[in-house]
Nanobody
Framework: VQLQASGGGLVQAGGSLTLSCTAS????????VGWFRQAPGKGREFVAA????????LDADSVKGRFTISRDNDKNAVYLRMNSLKPEDTAVYYC????????????????????WGQGTQVTVSS
């Protein structure tokens, strides 16, 4: 299975973007999926995650109320809708997946995921 992150770009502060994470196989529907980001000179930071059936989500405090994670298992896709973007949201955004049982907790640590996409750049200008 391969993951493909897309949808990044340059946007002004206060603007919106929607990132997509698509998978090459239908088994994606058995995976919890997370979004992480990494700014220059910083470590990888958790953004949001969603359970395999989409019923449970987890958001970082820094994005609560602004970002929304969702998924469409029929399309093997997970989305990250980002509103009210700030310059500090500038980073490379990565999606990651981990096969999980239905009751598995949604993880916020990078080492809880074993499949990663290549990243998409988000740049927010002030």
């Amino acid at each position: 299975v391969q993951l493909q992150a897309s949808g990044g770009g340059l946007v002004q502060a206060g603007g919106s973007l929607t990132l997509s994470c698509t998978a090459s196989r239908s088994t994606f529907s058995r995976s919890n999926v997370g979004w992480f980001r990494q700014a220059p000179g910083k470590g990888r930071e958790f953004v949001a995650a969603i359970s395999r059936n989409g019923r449970r989500t987890l958001d970082a405090d820094s994005v609560k109320g602004r970002f929304t994670i969702s998924r469409d298992n029929d399309k093997n896709a997970v989305y990250l809708r980002m509103n009210s973007l700030k310059p500090e949201d500038t980073a490379v955004y990565y999606c990651a997946a981990k096969n999980a049982i239905l009751t598995a907790p949604v993880g916020s640590q990078p080492d809880e995921y074993d499949l990663w996409g290549q990243g998409t750049q988000v740049t927010v200008s002030s």
